[in-house]
């Protein structure tokens, strides 16, 4: 029976080729991303509002990020020997600094989206972290790869193709999104697979966005992916670090809860429907003063409601007044199993799909 094969990245090995999603505003954390490690994946800290909402001691936003990503990092180090990888949004306002925090602190991989990462290398100076872009066309790739190679003499180290069915913000036309128009996650990877193996030195291609189970991962690699990235499936175990609530929430959802909104940093996002969603999405504004300033794209004068605030209830498990990020396949959970057992569970569905 197949088994699981090898993503490898440079000298670094990785089985079950599977990098956990960052989840920002403080869903994947250390426990989540150490759990992953421990089992052979890559687990993955995300930056996204990783040091709270509140102003302690004075210090600013930034400083606090800073602070918790040096915390966390240290925790999951202390709780495995695993690979470590870090998520940092390019649209944050200290994208550079929690880059080089990150490594600094000895960060296995940088993973960098929501926008083209194109002075990323500049971060990693001699040290040995892999650099993996997350980008939805073949032109993004070669923009990064042209931009890399030319200004610090390095290509991606791998590239993470996301789709449209992933959470939270896309990198899609909102219509498109909605109305299921817009490129496949599949067809993407056929047009970025070739071009990313046109390089003197092949990159590797990770597959994420609508990723669910053994069957969705056996698929893809079948196009020729040679990993996967998954999120949403990760949120349903015991040590995800969010709160319960948040947890319940997925596994209460239906298919048809499963909604976009127009998210006040100028993109779609994908959310489970909830009384707040129904309330925004109908025209609802929350007043409130920006007292982070940690989106560059964020235009908090016009803005309904501060979505730093509303991410960061949710992960307290506060739904009343925050909706929760998901997947397009969130409905197909159904229990918090632990993250051993949930790796158990995707080589199974893995074996049986490719015996079928």
Same mark, same amino acid.
């Given at each position: 029976? *197949?088994?699981? *094969?090898?993503?490898?990245?440079?000298n670094l090995e990785i089985n079950p080729p599977i990098i956990q999603g960052g989840m920002g505003v403080r869903i994947s954390l250390s426990s989540l991303a150490a759990a992953v490690a421990n089992q052979g994946?890559?687990?993955?800290?995300?930056?996204?509002?990783?040091?709270?909402?509140?102003?302690?001691?004075?210090?600013?936003?930034?400083?606090?990020?800073? =602070?918790?990503?040096?915390?966390?990092?240290?925790? /999951?180090?202390?709780?495995?020997?695993?690979?470590?990888?870090?998520?940092?949004?390019?649209?944050?306002?200290?994208?550079?600094? +929690?880059?080089?925090? !990150?490594?600094?602190?000895?960060?296995?991989?940088?993973?960098?989206?929501?926008?083209?990462? +194109?002075? +990323?290398?500049?971060?990693?100076?001699?040290?040995?972290?892999?650099?993996? *872009?997350?980008?939805?066309?073949?032109?993004?790739?070669?923009?990064?790869?042209?931009?890399?190679?030319?200004?610090?003499?390095?290509?991606?180290? !791998?590239?993470?193709?996301?789709?449209?069915?992933?959470?939270?913000?896309?990198?899609?036309?909102?219509?498109?999104?909605?109305?299921?128009?817009?490129?496949?996650?599949?067809?993407?990877?056929?047009?970025?697979?070739?071009?990313?193996?046109s390089f003197a030195k092949p990159i590797p291609v990770i597959a994420a966005g609508g990723i669910f189970d053994g069957a969705d991962i056996a698929r893809v690699l079948k196009l020729g992916a040679n990993g996967?990235?998954?999120?949403?499936?990760?949120?349903?175990?015991?040590?995800?670090?969010?709160?319960?609530?948040?947890?319940?929430?997925?596994?209460?959802?239906?298919?048809?809860?499963?909604?976009?909104?127009?998210? *006040?940093?100028?993109?779609?996002?994908?959310?489970?429907?909830?009384?707040?969603?129904?309330?925004?999405?109908?025209?609802?504004?929350?007043?409130?003063?920006?007292?982070?300033?940690?989106?560059?794209?964020?235009?908090?004068?016009? /803005?309904?409601?501060?979505?730093? =605030?509303?991410?960061?209830?949710?992960?307290?498990?506060?739904?009343?007044?925050?909706?929760?990020?998901?997947?397009?396949?969130?409905?197909?959970?159904? =229990?918090?199993?632990?993250?051993?057992?949930?790796?158990? #569970?995707?080589? #199974?569905?893995?074996?049986?799909?490719?015996?079928?």
């Amino acid at each position: 029976m *197949p088994d699981f *094969p090898t993503l490898k990245i440079g000298n670094l090995e990785i089985n079950p080729p599977i990098i956990q999603g960052g989840m920002g505003v403080r869903i994947s954390l250390s426990s989540l991303a150490a759990a992953v490690a421990n089992q052979g994946g890559v687990g993955v800290i995300a930056t996204a509002g990783i040091g709270g909402m509140a102003r302690e001691g004075g210090k600013t936003y930034a400083q606090l990020n800073q =602070e918790q990503l040096t915390a966390e990092l240290k925790k /999951a180090r202390s709780q495995t020997k695993g690979l470590i990888g870090v998520n940092i949004m390019v649209a944050l306002a200290d994208y550079d600094q +929690l880059a080089k925090t !990150a490594v600094e602190q000895g960060a296995d991989i940088l993973i960098s989206g929501a926008g083209l990462p +194109l002075n +990323l290398p500049a971060h990693a100076g001699d040290r040995d972290v892999k650099l993996i *872009p997350i980008v939805s066309s073949a032109r993004a790739l070669s923009i990064i790869a042209k931009k890399w190679k030319n200004n610090y003499n390095r290509l991606p180290d !791998a590239v993470i193709v996301e789709g449209p069915m992933a959470g939270g913000h896309l990198g899609y036309d909102f219509n498109e999104a909605l109305g299921n128009k817009a490129r496949s996650l599949d067809d993407s990877l056929r047009e970025i697979i070739p071009v990313a193996a046109s390089f003197a030195k092949p990159i590797p291609v990770i597959a994420a966005g609508g990723i669910f189970d053994g069957a969705d991962i056996a698929r893809v690699l079948k196009l020729g992916a040679n990993g996967v990235q998954m999120a949403t499936r990760f949120v349903c175990t015991d040590e995800c670090d969010v709160h319960p609530n948040f947890k319940q929430m997925y596994l209460n959802a239906r298919k048809e809860d499963i909604t976009l909104i127009h998210s *006040p940093v100028g993109l779609p996002g994908r959310v489970v429907q909830n009384e707040f969603v129904k309330k925004i999405n109908n025209g609802h504004k929350v007043p409130f003063k920006c007292k982070y300033q940690c989106l560059r794209s964020c235009d908090y004068k016009n /803005a309904p409601y501060c979505i730093a =605030e509303v991410l960061h209830q949710a992960s307290l498990g506060n739904l009343e007044n925050a909706f929760a990020f998901a997947g397009s396949n969130v409905y197909k959970c159904h =229990e918090i199993v632990s993250v051993e057992k949930l790796m158990q #569970q995707l080589r #199974q569905e893995y074996i049986q799909a490719n015996n079928q």
